[in-house]
Nanobody, 121 residues
Framework: QVPLVESGGGLVQAGGSLRLSCVVS????????VGWYCQAPGKQRELVAT???????VYSDSVKDRFTISRDNAKKTVFLQMDDLRPEDTAVYFC???????????????WGRGTQVTVSS
């Protein structure tokens, strides 16, 4: 099984919405912190949202009040609802998992392919 599979990206106009999904192939998914990152061309990967096993959520300032992270433990899936998209949100979006949020901040070692989000003005 591929450990991380992101989907849901696409091309959307500014102000539009997308919903990203990521299936995480971990039997202990419900106990993990999961998060979404974005990487714009020429920039470092940035952690934009995390959700803990208990439902605690943290957003970066750049997406707060526009993006919503959620999870479905039964389906081992994490979602990112992206509303009011802006051209500067254009990036490849990746998900990842770790036992703690600190480890997501540090940066996991393995990554999926990500899903491309392109926002036109």
């Amino acid at each position: 099984q591929v450990p991380l599979v992101e989907s849901g990206g696409g091309l959307v106009q500014a102000g539009g919405s997308l919903r990203l999904s990521c299936v995480v192939s971990r039997n202990d998914f419900s106990r993990l912190v999961v998060g979404w990152y974005c990487q714009a061309p020429g920039k470092q990967r940035e952690l934009v949202a995390t959700i803990s096993s208990g439902g605690d959520i943290v957003y970066s300032d750049s997406v707060k009040d526009r993006f919503t992270i959620s999870r479905d433990n039964a389906k081992k899936t994490v979602f990112l609802q992206m509303d009011d998209l802006r051209p500067e949100d254009t990036a490849v979006y990746f998900c990842n998992e770790a036992p703690t949020r600190r480890q997501l901040v540090i940066g996991p070692r393995r990554w999926g392919r990500g899903t491309q989000v392109t926002v036109s003005s």
